[in-house]
């Protein structure tokens, strides 16, 4: 059986969903939900043969999907009610540590990132989801965050920078990764 049968059997119809929108070229997204096309508005497009051509690629996702379905079962959800005074006592802890300081820290509801720093403002943003993650990953994105504070991207220096502090940060980062699957079927249900 090849790919594009395997893809058929796993997605029924109603799992193949096509988004028209003002996009230039055809682009596929595999998620919990199914499988996503999104198509030009003006463009007549054979979904069929799109999904067809990127059929292996589609299965490799759809085996990553289930691989993380399984994985995330196991990790909890928390309900930290002092998110705000938690990442504020992490940030003075760093602060002091890698001599560097925010001007402003705030909490919005994200939905791609745990948290973000813009540098030439000094602002640092996190995610108020942060509340559901166990206490060691929020002390770990707070370090992320304020490590952006010397280092803007994510090259060698700044990785460097982050073992320094959390030598078990490569985990951590697939922990997270972990953590927004399990809080997208979490707000599913």
């Given at each position: 059986?090849?790919?594009?049968?395997?893809?058929?059997?796993?997605?029924?119809?109603?799992?193949?969903?096509?988004?028209?929108?003002?996009?230039?070229?055809p682009?596929?997204?595999?998620?919990?939900e199914?499988?996503?096309?999104?198509?030009?508005?003006?463009?007549?497009?054979?979904?069929?043969?799109?999904?067809?051509?990127?059929?292996?690629?589609?299965?490799?996702?759809?085996?990553?999907?289930?691989?993380?379905?399984?994985?995330?079962?196991?990790?909890?959800?928390?309900?930290?009610?002092?998110?705000?005074?938690?990442?504020?006592?992490?940030?003075?802890?760093?602060?002091?540590?890698?001599?560097?300081?925010?001007n402003?820290?705030?909490?919005?509801?994200?939905k791609a990132?745990?948290?973000?720093?813009?540098i030439?403002?000094?602002?640092?943003?996190?995610?108020?989801?942060?509340?559901?993650?166990?206490?060691?990953?929020?002390?770990?994105?707070?370090l992320?965050?304020?490590?952006?504070?010397?280092?803007?991207?994510?090259?060698k220096?700044?990785?460097?920078?982050?073992?320094?502090?959390?030598?078990k940060?490569?985990?951590?980062?697939?922990?997270?990764?972990l953590?927004?699957?399990?809080?997208?079927?979490?707000?599913?249900?």
């Amino acid at each position: 059986m090849n790919s594009f049968q395997l893809i058929r059997e796993v997605f029924i119809e109603e799992k193949i969903i096509v988004h028209k929108r003002n996009v230039k070229y055809p682009r596929i997204e595999v998620t919990f939900e199914g499988i996503k096309v999104i198509v030009p508005l003006k463009k007549n497009v054979d979904v069929e043969s799109i999904i067809k051509k990127h059929s292996k690629w589609i299965y490799k996702k759809i085996v990553l999907l289930n691989k993380y379905r399984e994985e995330i079962k196991n990790l909890s959800l928390y309900n930290h009610t002092s998110l705000n005074e938690m990442i504020l006592q992490y940030i003075d802890e760093y602060a002091e540590k890698l001599k560097v300081k925010p001007n402003k820290i705030l909490f919005k509801k994200m939905k791609a990132r745990w948290g973000s720093c813009h540098i030439k403002n000094k602002v640092l943003i996190f995610n108020k989801a942060l509340r559901y993650l166990p206490e060691d990953l929020i002390q770990y994105v707070v370090l992320h965050e304020m490590a952006h504070l010397i280092v803007p991207n994510h090259s060698k220096n700044f990785r460097d920078l982050i073992c320094q502090f959390d030598k078990k940060a490569h985990e951590k980062e697939n922990l997270l990764k972990l953590y927004a699957y399990k809080l997208l079927c979490y707000s599913e249900d």
